[in-house]
C-alpha cells in the first residue's frame, strides 16, 4: 500500500517556538498548573482542540479576499448557501458565528422545559444548550462506546433497543428530537453507520420525531463509511456525506471541524416554519440571515473548505495521520481508547497511572508531564472535566482520559514523532509522576480556570517482578 503522505505542500509556514526545560517549569508553575492558561507561546506543539485550529488551503485564502462584505445577499452567502445545499439537500441554510450558537438558536426554537432530547452522546455545549431551555439532554450510545478498549468498527452508533424503548414508552410523548453526533466527539471521535443511521431515521418516522444530526465532522465520519461498511467502499466520500444528509430533517455544524475554518458555523433544515422561526432569532443575536454573524470573507473560506473536506486524499491522509500515532502509543504500551477515532488520540490515563487515585487527578498529572517534557499541550476530559457535581461534592469520573487532537492540515508527520519520542519520555517516569491537588476553581466548568498545587509526596514504585 505503501506510505500515506501529507497530500499538500506547504505555502505559508510558521516558526514553531522551543522552550527550555526550565522555561516550561516556570510557565507552567504561573499557570496555576492548568495547560488552559499557559501563554500559547510557550507551547511548541499544541494538541489541545481540533477546534479551528487548522491550516486552510491557498484556495481558501484566495477566497478571502474575494469576500462580498454586502450586508444583505451578498455573493459570499449564495456561494456559502449553494456549497451547504448541494452537500446537505437541506432547503434552509442559515449561517451562524460557530456550531454553539446554532445549537442555541435550534433548541430556543423547538425545546419546552420539560421535553428531552435524544443523541449518541451530547458534546458539552450541545448538552449545555438543551439544558438552558428546561429540557433533558439523554446520551442513548450503544453501550460498547463506553469500553476504551473494546474494538468495534462504528462505536458511535445509536442504541436502538434503547431508543426505541423511550420512544414507545410512557417518555415518548416528550421527546422533543432525536439526534446523532458524526463521529461522536465525546465518545472518542468514534463513527457511526449508515445502517444505524437508517435505523435511526426509521424509527424516527414511526414514532414521528425530528431527527437531526450534530454534523461538526460529517466528512471524517463518512470516510470511516467508506472504509468499514459493506457495500461503500465504492462511493465517494461526498457520496456517502449526501445519504447521510438525506436520512435528517437537518443539521447542526461548527464549520471550525471538518468546515477547514478558524470560524463559523451553521443551521441547516428542510421545514419551513421552523427555519422562519430560527431566522427570527438569528436576526436577534446574530445578524441578517444572509451573514450570521460572520464576515462574507468567512463563509467564502467555509464554502471552500467544504468542498476540499471531501476529498478522498485528504480524507485518507487525515484519519491515517491519527492512527499512526494511534499505533505507536500502543506498540509502547501506552493504553488508549480503540479504535483510532477520527480527529484525536484518547490516553486511558487511569490505566497509565495506576498509582495516582482519581481524585488526584491522573489525567492532569499526564497532561502537565507531556508538556514539561516537551512543549506538548493536550487536555484532561476526567474527574477535572466531569467530577464536580452541582452540590458540590465531587467523585472520580467513568473514564480518566488525556486527548490529544490533532489540528486538520498543521502538522506533519515528523511533528507527530516528536510527540510519540516525548509520550514514551512521559511513559519511562510515569511511575514517578505525582498528583495535584485544587487550589482554587469556580463552581462550573471549572476545568478551563481551575489552578492546581503538585502533590509532595513521591508515589511508590508498584513492583511488578
Ligand atoms: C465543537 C462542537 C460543537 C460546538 O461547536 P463550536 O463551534 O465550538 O461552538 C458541537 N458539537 C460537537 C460534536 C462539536 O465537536
Known amino acids: 500500500m505503501g506510505v500515506i503522505i501529507e497530500p499538500f505542500r506547504i505555502k505559508t509556514v ?9 522555561e516550561r517549569e516556570r510557565a507552567l508553575a504561573k499557570a496555576g498548573y492548568n495547560v488552559f492558561k499557559l501563554r500559547a507561546h510557550d507551547v511548541t506543539i499544541d494538541l489541545l482542540t481540533d477546534s479551528g485550529t ?40 442559515i449561517p ?17 422545559p420539560g421535553d428531552v432530547v435524544i443523541n449518541n452522546i451530547h458534546f458539552d455545549t450541545t448538552r449545555a444548550n438543551v439544558e438552558y431551555e428546561g429540557a433533558e439532554a439523554r446520551d442513548l450510545v450503544m453501550p460498547e462506546g ?20 423511550v420512544l414507545r414508552g410512557e417518555e415518548g410523548a416528550r421527546v422533543a428530537m432525536v439526534m446523532l453526533t458524526v463521529t461522536n466527539n465525546s465518545g472518542g471521535g468514534q463513527p457511526v453507520s449508515l445502517e444505524n443511521i437508517r435505523a435511526v431515521r426509521a424509527l424516527c418516522d414511526r414514532y414521528g420525531k425530528a431527527f437531526f444530526l450534530d454534523a461538526c465532522r460529517f466528512a471524517e465520519n463518512a470516510w470511516f463509511i467508506k472504509q468499514r461498511e459493506a457495500g461503500q467502499h465504492n462511493r465517494s466520500p461526498k457520496e456517502i456525506a449526501q ?20 470560524i463559523g458555523g451553521f443551521l441547516a433544515m428542510n421545514d419551513d416554519a421552523l427555519a422562519q422561526k430560527c431566522r427570527n432569532l438569528l436576526i436577534l443575536t446574530e445578524g441578517f440571515p444572509t451573514y450570521g454573524g460572520l464576515a462574507g470573507y468567512d463563509l467564502e473560506a467555509i464554502a471552500q473548505g467544504l468542498v476540499e473536506v471531501v476529498d478522498e486524499n485528504y480524507l485518507r491522509y487525515r484519519i491515517r495521520s491519527i492512527e499512526y500515532l494511534a499505533e505507536k502509543f500502543l506498540a509502547m504500551g501506552i493504553p488508549i481508547v480503540q479504535p483510532a ?45 466531569f467530577g464536580l457535581h452541582p452540590d458540590g461534592h465531587e467523585t472520580a469520573a467513568g473514564m480518566e482520559l488525556v486527548r490529544l487532537a490533532i489540528p486538520r492540515r498543521l502538522y506533519t508527520q515528523s511533528h507527530i514523532d516528536y510527540v510519540v519520542e516525548i509520550a514514551a519520555a512521559v511513559k519511562e517516569i510515569s511511575w514517578a509522576l505525582k498528583g495535584y491537588r485544587i487550589v482554587s476553581a469556580p463552581p462550573v466548568l471549572r476545568h478551563f480556570t481551575a489552578e492546581f498545587e503538585p502533590l509532595r509526596a513521591r508515589a511508590v514504585p508498584v513492583d511488578v517482578s
Open 243 to 262: 445519504e447521510m444528509f438525506s436520512l435528517a430533517d437537518g443539521c447542526l455544524m461548527s464549520a471550525k471541524k471538518d468546515g477547514l475554518a478558524n
Open 96 to 112: 451562524t458565528h460557530q456550531g454553539r450558537a446554532a445549537e442555541r438558536i435550534l433548541f430556543h426554537s423547538t425545546l419546552q
Open 14 to 22: 510558521e516558526p514553531l517556538r522551543f522552550t527550555t526545560r526550565a
Open 54 to 93: 487548522g491550516a486552510m488551503s491557498a484556495a481558501q485564502w484566495g477566497a478571502l479576499m474575494q469576500g462580498d462584505e454586502s450586508y444583505a445577499g451578498s455573493r459570499s452567502f449564495e456561494r456559502f448557501d449553494s456549497v451547504v445545499r448541494d452537500l446537505t439537500g437541506f432547503k434552509h441554510v
Open 146 to 165: 463506553r469500553l476504551p478498549a473494546f474494538i468495534h468498527p462504528f462505536k458511535g452508533n445509536m442504541h436502538l433497543e434503547a431508543l426505541e424503548s
Open 341 to 385: 477515532g477520527g480527529h484525536a488520540v484518547y490516553v486511558d490515563a487511569a490505566a497509565l497511572l495506576p498509582h495516582i487515585p482519581a481524585l488526584q487527578y491522573p489525567g492532569i498529572a499526564l497532561v502537565n508531564s507531556l508538556y514539561l517534557e516537551g512543549g506538548i499541550r493536550s487536555c484532561e476530559i476526567g474527574t477535572v472535566m
